[in-house]
């Protein structure tokens, strides 16, 4: 009888132990909003490169992504109507630059360095609603190869990838809206 009890327990525990590592490993969305357009960063713990070379990395990333939709919304706004909106569920970002090791007099740290070698890269799906009608989707894979050659950048932590994702809208959005 005390066999089944603990076999019992046993397994309760185990059961428990699983769910705690399921939620544990489930992925979280981000999800930001300005003006017309809403953005799901989906599973960010994946994407290629989002890394900090400095502070906590949750709230780079919160920062980051709020900065890229409000680019967005301000640059949607001159394309879209007032009853359109643009939403984007974003599943891989790259970063200009590369995440370098220094090292320092008190420990290792990382430093972004950009060159044309690395690119920014941003990969999601879109759509596009007129009155809560979807007038228009897509999937895009972006690379912009030219970004150290454009003036006006101020070689920030998301200059490259709004200039990039301002690019897309005008020449993929803004002509069939």
Known sequence: ?????????AGLLSQLGV???AEETQEKNLITESGAVKVEWQAPD???DIKTSSGIQSRFEQRLFDTLTQALAKDA???????????????????AGD???TFGAAAVSELRIVKDLYPPRMTFSYRVFEDDKVI????????DMNFMHRVGINNSAS????????DWLKKTVAPKV
């Open 46 to 48: 994946s994407f290629r």
């Open 136 to 143: 228009m989707i897509g999937d895009e894979k972006l690379v």
């Open 99 to 101: 995440m370098r090791p």
């Open 1 to 9: 009888m005390k066999i089944t009890y603990v076999l019992m327990a």
């Open 159 to 166: 200059d490259y990838e709004s200039q990039m994702l301002a």
């Open 19 to 21: 769910n705690v590592q």
């Open 77 to 95: 706004k001159k394309s879209l109507k007032a009853n359109q909106k643009l939403e984007l569920v974003v599943t891989d970002v790259d970063l």
